[in-house]
Nanobody
Framework: QVQLVESGGGTVQAGGSLRLSCAAA????????MGWFRQAPGKEREFVAV????????YYADSVKGRFTISRDNAKNTVYLQMESLKPEDTADYYC????????????????WGKGTLVTVSS
């Protein structure tokens, strides 16, 4: 059974940190790029970060650049999102996804999504 399972969400005060994890099971992991997206209440899902298959290339949305770090451990079939200096506007459901990395840093051909983990940042 194919699964992408996010964890690590929670409630944190502004300025705090969280680390999200996305564990892959039943799906090829190391050959694909992985991305994080988020969706705030009443808003469309938006791109957060993407990492290529080896971890050598990463891209970020301007809104999180310098605060968030995406990484992966192919031996553990897991991708991470380290979030620092969190702001109330970072409050959202965070989703991981598997796809292919385009030259422009876009994750395309997404074929699997996780079910999300909620991050709430209080002011």
């Amino acid at each position: 059974q194919v699964q992408l399972v996010e964890s690590g969400g929670g409630t944190v005060q502004a300025g705090g940190s969280l680390r999200l994890s996305c564990a892959a099971a039943g799906v090829t992991f190391r050959s694909y790029a992985m991305g994080w997206f988020r969706q705030a209440p009443g808003k469309e899902r938006e791109f957060v970060a993407v990492i290529n298959w080896s971890g050598a290339n990463t891209y970020y949305a301007d809104s999180v650049k310098g605060r968030f770090t995406i990484s992966r451990d192919n031996a553990k079939n897991t991708v991470y999102l380290q979030m620092e200096s969190l702001k109330p506007e970072d409050t959202a459901d965070y989703y991981c996804a598997r796809g292919r990395l385009e030259v422009a840093g876009k994750l395309s051909g997404i074929d699997y999504w996780g079910k999300g983990t909620l991050v709430t940042v209080s002011s």
